[in-house]
């Protein structure tokens, strides 16, 4: 969300609070309207009624709509669809309905506690989402990387048998699994590191025994991967 968008949304914000205190005190005003002015369950509407576009305006803050769009998105839909429902439920209880001031609270409260309940899941499971995606991010940087290195030494490679043996190790690794675990990570910081040596080599010299050293480390990274995954 660019500059333009928030002074954007955040002047909505301040022009929806400006109509709805204007609105509130010409009705509430009016005799016949609220025959005993505004009572302490009009002022306790008021102020959830605040707290709910309050809430709105921040989550934009708080949850970025263009960072985590899976879950930060509904956040904000729950908050806007709460503010309305808020403003709904107190016109309702100080227009329409006239209940005791403990029931508006207890009414009010349940409503709140039900939207920050929500609130925190949906929290939790942007941070266990966020958290997966990053593992995943860290999971397929070793395969992209190697994988990326060996493609760029094989279109320098002149030599058959050294193009042989650069094309074996490229294709196991680009074909290894993704998913990893800290010991494997491991066996493939080792893996990066040769592979590097490999590829900034101006000569074919000792290329047949760094492929065999590579191609050893990954059939054991995937090995430990193998054996970890039929623990599981």
Request: hydrophobic share 45%.
């Amino acid at each position: 969300m660019n500059a333009k968008s928030k002074t954007l949304i955040g002047l909505l914000d301040v022009l929806a609070i400006i109509i709805f205190n204007v609105c509130f005190f010409l009705l509430t005003s009016q005799p016949n309207i609220l025959p005993d002015g505004r009572t302490t369950a009009t002022w306790i509407n008021y102020g959830c009624v605040h707290g709910a576009l309050i809430l709105f305006m921040i989550t934009p803050l708080i949850y970025p709509r263009n960072v985590g769009k899976d879950v930060s998105m509904p956040i904000y839909s729950a908050t806007f669809r709460f503010w309305w429902f808020e403003l709904l439920l107190s016109a309702i209880l100080v227009f329409l309905i006239t209940i005791p001031v403990v029931y508006n609270i207890l009414i009010q409260v349940v409503c709140w506690g039900v939207i920050l309940a929500k609130l925190i899941v949906l929290a939790l499971v942007n941070l266990d989402t966020s958290e997966k995606q990053q593992r995943h991010e860290r999971e397929l940087l070793y395969v992209k990387t190697a994988e990326c290195l060996l493609k760029t030494k094989l279109n320098d490679v002149a030599d058959k048998e050294e193009y042989r043996h650069l094309e074996k190790v490229y294709d196991y690794i680009r074909t290894s699994p993704v998913k990893s675990n800290s010991e494997a990570q491991s066996i493939e910081l080792q893996i990066l590191q040769m592979i590097n040596l490999l590829t900034t080599k101006s000569d074919n010299t000792n290329t047949l025994a760094l492929c065999n050293d590579i191609m050893h480390l990954a059939q054991q990274r995937n090995q430990v991967l193998a054996i970890n995954n039929k623990s599981l």
